[in-house]
């Protein structure tokens, strides 16, 4: 009923920049947090950064603070992770999550999109 289609991601080098995009679509009435997660090979998978509903709360993991900006524009029900500063230890599998009011039944359910690989060459 609810897609989300990530893009952006690729191979940088230590110190680039990549702005990440995820566009929710299908049956949806409104659209809550929405938030940026990763998983590197035999690591758990990590939140990276969250925004609210009306964008005016953020909130991000340590290791990105002042690296990594998350944005959202609700008119086109996507959200951005801008990438800066690039490490190679931010090398991973990104993925997008969004808390989503159905249009039927009106209740809010998690998705997940299907991950954007993220690599960082030093």
């Known amino acids: 009923q609810v897609q989300l289609v990530e893009s952006g991601g690729g191979l940088v080098q230590a110190g680039g920049s990549l702005r990440l995009s995820c566009a929710a679509s299908g049956s949806i009435f409104s659209i809550n947090a929405m938030g940026w997660y990763r998983q590197a090979p035999g690591k758990q998978r990590e939140l990276v950064a969250s925004?609210?509903?009306?964008?005016?709360?953020?909130n991000y993991a340590d290791s990105v603070k002042g690296r990594f900006t998350i944005s959202r524009d609700n008119a086109k029900n996507t959200v951005y992770l801008q990438m800066d500063s690039l490490k190679p230890e931010d090398a991973a599998v990104y993925y997008c999550?969004?808390?989503?009011?159905?249009?039927?039944?009106?209740?809010?359910?998690?998705?997940w999109g299907q991950g954007t690989q993220v690599t960082v060459s030093s």
């Open positions: 925004i609210t509903s009306g964008g005016g709360s953020t």
């Open positions: 999550n969004a808390y989503v009011v159905t249009i039927t039944p009106r209740r809010p359910y998690s998705y």
